[in-house]
């Protein structure tokens, strides 16, 4: 997961299945979406800022899209910072532009694994 906070992630996010999820759950129930985050809030048992300060940070490699609408940026922060600023690369791309720099992330992500864990040293890149 590339955020923390879930429920301000469904409150600010852009992407076309979170918002059809607050209109359903509006038109059907009729909440407002804060109420809405509220009932995630106290569901949701699979937090990623619960469970972040568990993680050993040397342990995690972190790419965050710096104008990403679907998990927004400061989500991204909120999450690096629980979970004790973990390496991190910065994109200056939204969540699925991002793709443009797959090679990029690949090379980091080899690098990353052979330097920590030792694995792939006969990777290619």
Same mark, same amino acid.
């Given at each position: 997961m590339a955020g923390a906070d879930l429920p301000q992630i469904v409150l600010s996010s852009k992407e076309k299945r @979170? !918002? *059809?999820? @607050?209109?359903?759950? %509006? *038109? %059907?129930?009729g909440i407002t979406p804060e109420e809405i985050a509220a009932d995630i809030q106290r569901r949701l048992k699979a937090e990623p800022g619960l469970w972040a300060e568990t993680v050993s940070n040397d342990r995690v490699l972190l790419f965050l899209g710096l104008f990403d609408n679907k998990v927004p940026y400061s989500s991204g922060l909120l999450l690096r910072e629980k979970l004790g600023r973990p390496e991190t690369y910065i994109l200056p791309l939204g969540h699925y532009t991002s793709m443009v720099?797959?090679? $990029? /992330? /690949? &090379? &980091? /992500? $080899?690098?990353? !694994?052979? %330097? %920590?864990f030792g694995m792939g040293e006969d990777c290619p890149f």
């Open positions: @979170v !918002l *059809q999820y @607050v209109k359903d759950r %509006r *038109q %059907r129930e720099s797959a090679t $990029f /992330a /690949a &090379h &980091h /992500a $080899f690098t990353f !694994l052979t %330097r %920590r």
